[in-house]
Nanobody, 126 residues
Framework: QVQLVESGGGLVQAGGSLRLSCAVS?????????MAWFRRAPGKDREFVAA????????YYADSVEYRFMISRDDAKTTLELQMHNLKPEDTAVYYC??????????????????WGQGTQVTVSS
């Protein structure tokens, strides 16, 4: 019912910037609420990166990326973006966008998101 396709990953030097995009397509009867980015580094569990509330007025960030990353979306919820600045080698991971089809206040738990993209690789060299 929902398809997510990420793009924008790549190789960048430490201190550089990247913008990730997630194209969202859905059935007209499906509602999308919170939208988020997660990442999985080699040998680690998937972790929360950033989320934007269903109304678009609230954004949430992991401590490790706050003030360096910015999440945004369009009003129609057809595009979700993650602008990343001052990238560090520890940001190296596969990044996934995710959407929640239930309206709720929690945003940081991967189990709450119903649909996921295939992921895009971000590699930061030192």
């Amino acid at each position: 019912q929902v398809q997510l396709v990420e793009s924008g990953g790549g190789l960048v030097q430490a201190g550089g910037s990247l913008r990730l995009s997630c194209a969202v397509s859905k059935h007209r009867t499906t509602s999308i609420y919170n939208m988020a980015w997660f990442r999985r580094a080699p040998g680690k569990d998937r972790e929360f990166v950033a989320a934007i509330s269903w109304g678009g007025s609230m954004t949430y960030y992991a401590d490790s990326v706050e003030y360096r990353f910015m999440i945004s979306r369009d009003d129609a919820k057809t595009t979700l973006e993650l602008q990343m600045h001052n990238l560090k080698p520890e940001d190296t991971a596969v990044y996934y966008c995710a959407v929640d089809t239930i309206r709720r206040t929690e945003v940081r738990y991967p189990t709450q998101y119903d649909y996921w993209g295939q992921g895009t690789q971000v590699t930061v060299s030192s």
